[in-house]
């Protein structure tokens, strides 16, 4: 089944397209990466998926939901967890769980159940009982991103979840994802090319509001006749680069 399809979907400020008549269809359980040079788009498709921000024209249907007939239930089915991290750095690991998941409606007693779930999945026993904000920046993330999914969302948006975080860190939090892979659709923006590399299903190249090329890692390889993942994306990211 198709998680996510867009049709059209285009964003202008002004004069100005940030996205430029968008037609992609992400199935369910897909890890689908985003990538793209600053100012590609990446972001205002993810806000508009995400019903942060209205297209100026054209639609997406995010698991039968449009995002513009009917944001409200596409928001029920949808996580998104920031480039920065959103906790509250007073409280505890387990107490930030805790919270969101009261936030979305449960009494204690479930909340505290399902925080423990959470901690449990995630491997996240260790810190559980520490203040966020003595925790490093890489712990921070993954709780933020644990907190993202403790409403069950379908589809979870990471934008640029390992940004400034060192490469240990980084690679503990693909771990995580690639725990959530299968489980549920994950689109991701990044700007680490051996990130989308490693963790994705499929890739999306971006350009100037254009989606330049889509396909796994190898196939843009073997698009771009390029020997490795970088030279394929700078290839396909630059104006005189090759579409598919
Ligand atoms: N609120 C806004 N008002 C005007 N222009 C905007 C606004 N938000 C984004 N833009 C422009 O839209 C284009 C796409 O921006 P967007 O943030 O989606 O790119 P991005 O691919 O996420 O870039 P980066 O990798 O730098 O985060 C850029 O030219 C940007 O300047």
């Known amino acids: ?33 985003l990538l793209g040079t600053n100012g590609a788009g990446k972001t205002t498709t993810i806000k508009m998926l995400s019903c942060l921000c209205s297209p100026t024209s ?4 995010l698991l039968g939901d449009s995002i513009v007939k009917n944001p409200f239930a596409v928001k ?8 920065e991290t959103a906790v509250a750095p007073n409280l505890t690991v387990k107490e930030n769980l805790q919270l969101i998941s009261e936030v979305y409606g449960n009494n204690k007693k479930d909340a505290i159940r399902k925080a423990d779930e959470i901690i449990e999945s995630f491997g996240l026993a260790e810190i559980a009982k520490s203040k966020a904000k003595t925790l490093s920046g890489g712990w921070q993330r993954r709780l933020s991103i644990a907190m993202s999914l403790i409403s069950n ?6 934008d640029e979840p390992t940004l400034g975080l060192d490469v240990i860190a980084r690679r503990e939090l693909w771990t995580m994802v690639k725990e959530l892979k299968g489980k549920i659709t994950i689109i991701l923006t990044t700007h680490y090319l ?7 299903d499929r890739i999306g190249i971006m350009t100037k509001g254009k989606l330049k090329a889509v396909g ?3 196939e843009l390889m073997e698009c771009a006749n390029a020997q490795n993942f970088e030279d394929a994306f700078i290839a396909l990211s630059t104006d005189g680069g090759v579409s598919i």
């Open 58 to 61: 054209g639609d997406a249907i």
């Open 76 to 83: 029920e089915k949808i996580a998104v967890s920031p480039q």
């Open 216 to 218: 796994t890692a190898r």
């Open 1 to 33: 089944m198709i998680a996510i399809r867009t049709i059209d979907l285009e964003k202008k400020y002004k004069e100005k397209v940030a996205l430029n008549k968008l037609n992609l269809s992400i199935k369910e359980g897909e890890l689908f990466s």
């Open 153 to 158: 969302p379908k589809i979870l948006f990471l």
């Open 194 to 200: 051996e990130e989308a590399e490693a963790l994705s």
